[in-house]
C-alpha cells in the first residue's frame, strides 16, 4: 500500500447544517441529500422501530453507534496515515471499536495498494459535497473505498443508500480530477467483529449513480429556496441523469 497524493483536495469540514463551503459556495453534503430523501416506507420503518424499543433507547442505540463509528474511523484513518490529527477514544466505546478496525484492516484492506486521499472532500462543481474515507485503487480498480460500522449484519438490498453515496462521490471526482472511478467498496463490522465487503462495480454502479442524481433532483425540487443559491443546479442534476441514461 502506497500514497499517491496526486490531486488537492479542498481544505473544508461539513457545518451542522449539513453543508460544505466550497469556493463560498454552500453545497449540501451526499449524506444531507440522500437523509432529506428518504423513501416514505424507510421512514416508517425507522418510526416503527423507535416506537417498539421507546424513543429514548432509539436515540441511545442511534448515539451510541455514532460514537462507535466515528472511533473505528479514527482507528482506521491513524492506520493509514500515521501523522493524522486526533486522539484514540479510551473509553469503552474505543475498546470496543478498536477490534472492529483491526478487523476491517485484516480482511478488507490488503486489496488497497495505492491511496490518493483518506477523509478528503469532494466536490461536484454547484451540486454537491461530501468527505470520503478513501479514494485510490482497490483491487487493481480506481476505487471509493467506504468504511461503516453496523449494529447487525447486513444485505446488499439493504444498503442502498451506501451506494448512492459512492457513486455521488465517484461522480464528484471524475468531474473535478479527470479520474474513472468506476468501482465502490464498502468495509463494514459490527461490534462483535462479523466482517463484510460490499463491491459494486461496472453497470451496477451506474445505476446507484443514476439514484442518487434522481435524489439529488428530487432535493433540490424540496428546497425552492436553494435555487438563487445553487444556479442551474437543478437543471444539471437532470441533464446528468439523462447523460447517464444513454450509456445503459
Not at 29 to 48: E, F, H, I, M, Y
Not at 106 to 128: A, C, N, Q, R
Request: charged share 30%.
Amino acid at each position: 500500500m502506497i500514497w499517491n497524493k496526486q490531486f488537492k483536495y479542498p481544505n473544508s469540514q461539513r457545518s451542522i447544517k449539513g453543508e460544505y463551503d466550497i469556493s463560498k459556495m454552500l453545497l449540501p453534503s451526499v449524506t444531507t441529500v440522500l437523509n432529506a430523501t428518504q423513501p416514505g416506507d424507510k421512514r416508517k420503518s425507522l418510526d416503527k422501530w423507535a416506537r417498539r424499543v421507546g424513543e429514548d433507547e432509539a436515540t441511545r442505540i442511534k448515539e451510541l453507534a455514532g460514537r462507535r463509528g466515528t472511533a473505528m474511523h479514527f482507528y482506521l484513518q491513524k492506520h493509514l496515515d500515521p501523522d493524522c490529527k486526533g486522539y484514540m477514544d479510551l473509553t469503552q466505546v474505543g475498546r470496543v471499536a478498536e477490534p472492529m478496525a483491526k478487523k476491517i484492516i485484516e480482511k478488507g484492506m490488503g486489496d488497497l495498494t495505492e491511496i490518493w486521499g483518506s477523509e478528503v472532500v469532494v466536490y461536484y462543481p454547484g451540486l454537491y459535497a461530501g468527505a470520503t474515507d478513501v479514494v485510490g485503487i482497490y483491487d487493481d480498480s480506481e476505487s471509493i473505498v467506504d468504511f461503516k460500522q453496523s449494529n447487525k449484519p447486513k444485505r446488499g438490498e439493504w444498503i442502498a443508500d451506501y451506494f448512492m453515496q459512492l457513486g455521488g462521490y465517484a461522480m464528484a471526482h471524475n468531474t473535478v480530477y479527470g479520474t474513472k472511478i468506476d468501482q465502490g467498496v464498502i468495509l463494514m463490522c459490527t461490534p462483535d467483529c462479523y466482517f463484510q465487503k460490499f463491491v459494486v462495480r461496472g453497470k451496477e454502479f451506474v445505476k446507484h449513480q443514476h439514484n442518487f442524481l434522481r435524489r439529488l433532483d428530487e432535493y433540490y425540487k424540496l428546497r425552492p429556496e436553494y435555487k438563487p443559491k445553487f444556479g442551474a443546479a437543478q437543471i444539471d442534476a437532470q441533464t446528468l441523469l439523462k447523460e447517464l441514461e444513454k450509456e445503459k
